[in-house]
């Protein structure tokens, strides 16, 4: 049942409805499909740091890998690609999005044994390509199943389809941190030397992207990719791409209100992001040990994320896509004031275990809500993956340039205001919501 009918003064779902949803078959192929693009993360990232430190590479040249993670940052210059051209042999087989989807993974898998068989001792330099190779395979795979996401699901299906690829997408991220050092310990205690065991436990993260493949040969081809397949199949591939790209910037230039539109992406998630880039700093000030942090992120903090987003999905699904923004807005805005009050009480262990769970479920609540928010901007399936990337690469604004002076906020300011101050940060955001629900903008992309 879409938002449109609802307005229309038919019944809200009932519970047993919204939660039904999260079994459909094509929302279980996205939460498979979340479970393989969260997986390759840490393997270019965190993972590999631990790696290259047991190795002995010096903290200088470490630093230097966060490099590594620029696909992920510009991953919309080619997204082009993906809407227009085809994979020879594996889209006329599966068809476009599922043909681009396995072409991914392949390259994936190639990218994690190619880093497997590399030597962090030896030659860093080779690491680097390798970490470089996963970050882009892994990118593009993102661009492909956001862009099968947004085409496949109809609206009722998208927040749940978004709760249920964040849920899964933290477990791929779970598997290959914590269970990838796990498995590297293992192999190391069953004989291999130490860079033996890490090349095995890289070739066991390899073998997981299969579970990502096998989802989507079992998935269907979305019918509005067919659809667009048809349509353009004999006009020539170079003009298709330029025919993307461009279509997919005048697209959202030729929206009402176009600039406030985007003001608004970039803004809805800047109270999180402004308060996630002092929080390890800040608990490490009131003399948290490291481990004490780790663990309750890794423990009820997890928990927390994965209740929230389907939580979220709950309240997309129910009620209106601008209503539940306001439930997420005012939510993770008002979150960070369980760290105002932190900055009082110093070193409580109790409270902030209950200030991070608060966090991580209204961050990921609001994520959630804003996800399906981004889905419902992406109304033409000729540009779906560049039009997504597009949008996740401003709303990537405020947590990689706008909360880049956190840091000097904080020491001016103190703790307790800062957080406060992180609260305001969310004001912005609701004020531009609120501006376009009085225009109808929602009212729009609904139709």
Known sequence: MSRITRASGQPKPSLRETLAVYLRPRVLIVMFLGFSAGLPLALSGSTLLVWMREAGVDLGTIGLFALAGTPYTIKFLWAPLVDALDVPLLSRLLGRRRGWLIFSQLLLIAAIVFLAFSDPARAPGIVALGAVMVAAASATQDIVIDAFRVESLPESEQAAGMASYVAAYRVGMLLSTAGALFLVSGFEAYGL???????????????????????????????????????????????????????AFRDFWQMEAALVVLAFVVLFKFTDALAGAMTAPFVIDLGFSRNEYAAIIKG?????????????????????????????????????????????????????????????????????????????????????ATQYALLTALA????????????????????????????????PGLVLLGWLQMKGHFAKIAK
């Open 300 to 384: 009820v903090g997890l928990a927390a994320t994965l209740i929230g987003g389907f939580a979220g999905g709950y309240v997309a699904r129910r009620y209106p896509l601008a209503l539940s923004l306001w439930i997420g807005g005012i939510l993770q805005a008002l979150a960070n004031l369980a760290f105002s009050w932190q900055a009082i009480v110093g070193h409580d262990i109790a409270w902030l275990t209950f200030a991070i769970v608060t966090e991580n479920f209204t961050s990921a609540i609001g994520t959630v809500i804003f996800v399906a928010y981004l889905s419902a901007l992406c109304k033409n399936p000729a540009y779906t």
């Open 193 to 247: 030397s130490k860079h033996g065991a890490w090349t095995a436990g890289y070739v066991a993260m390899a073998a997981f992207v299969i579970i990502g493949m096998l989802t989507t040969l079992i998935a269907t081809e979305p019918e509005q990719s067919q659809r667009v397949e048809a349509a353009h199949q004999h006009e020539n591939a170079l003009a298709r791409v330029f025919q993307a790209a461009l279509g």
């Open 396 to 427: 990537a604004i405020g947590r990689t340039y706008l909360s880049a002076g956190a840091g000097y906020l904080a020491e001016a300011s103190g703790w307790f205001w800062f957080f406060a101050l992180c609260a305001l940060a969310g004001l």
